[in-house]
T-cell receptor
């Protein structure tokens, strides 16, 4: 099946620094990628939709200047958390939309997630 | 996007069949129903997707009545490793496609 990877799997940084998270679709081309954030014991919250070669579409309440998303190729999207603060500590998950050949429509393949801890 | 409602949690025992029902009263014509499974500290994993009637794959079945206002995920003979959170999602299969996750159902399978 389709594989999506994320790097790094975890990161610890100091408050005020920026952190970049990479999301790659390994065996298929993803026109659309998504970024989610998940706090402990909570559901996934969609942050933004990223289309290759165009600006990301952010969900309401998500600061586009704080969470910079770049989708420069069909296999790579990056999320940069700028000037991170402790409240940005969370589990960040990306996904890529595609089809698996199982007769589904627009199935999302999720990455393993990145645990960000801001001290 | 159609809002989904599902039980917060369910308990079961190994070997039993588990049915998780999700309501989506305002589902639209172009919407498909998809279920995902998530283990702690992992990304969600696709389980099954359907539009109407019944869909079955190697891990689960999905029952969708004619009015499509609800759906039931059926897991046959669960094992301890099926303990996870299960999300029911409704999404439009067009250029506006995106997934909005609800609270999910936390399934606990006991020995």
């Amino acid at each position: 099946g389709a594989v999506v990877s994320q790097h790094p799997s975890w990161v610890i940084c100091k408050s005020g620094t920026s952190v970049k998270i990479e999301c790659r679709s390994l065996d298929f081309q993803a026109t659309t990628m998504f970024w989610y954030r998940q706090f402990p014991k909570q559901s996934l919250m969609l942050m933004a939709t990223s289309n290759e070669g165009s600006k990301a579409t952010y969900e309401q309440g998500v600061e586009k200047d704080k969470f910079l998303i770049n989708h420069a190729s069909l296999t790579l999207s990056t999320l940069t958390v700028t000037s991170a603060h402790p409240e940005d500590s969370s589990f960040y998950i990306c996904s890529a939309a595609g089809t698996s050949g199982r007769g589904t429509y627009n199935e999302q393949f999720f990455g393993p997630g990145t645990r960000l801890t801001v001290l | 996007l159609a809002k989904t409602t599902q039980p917060i949690s369910m308990d079961s025992y190994e070997g039993q069949e588990v049915n998780i029902t999700c309501s989506h009263n305002n589902i639209a014509t172009n919407d498909y129903i998809t279920w995902y499974q998530q283990f702690p500290s992992q990304g969600p994993r696709f389980i099954i997707q359907g539009y109407k009637t019944k869909v079955t794959n190697e891990v689960a079945s999905l029952f969708i009545p004619a009015d499509r206002k609800s759906s039931t995920l059926s897991l046959p003979r669960v094992s301890l490793s099926d303990t996870a959170v299960y999300y029911c999602l409704v999404a439009r299969m067009d250029s506006s496609y995106k997934l909005i996750f609800g609270s999910g159902t936390r399934l606990l399978v006991r020995p």
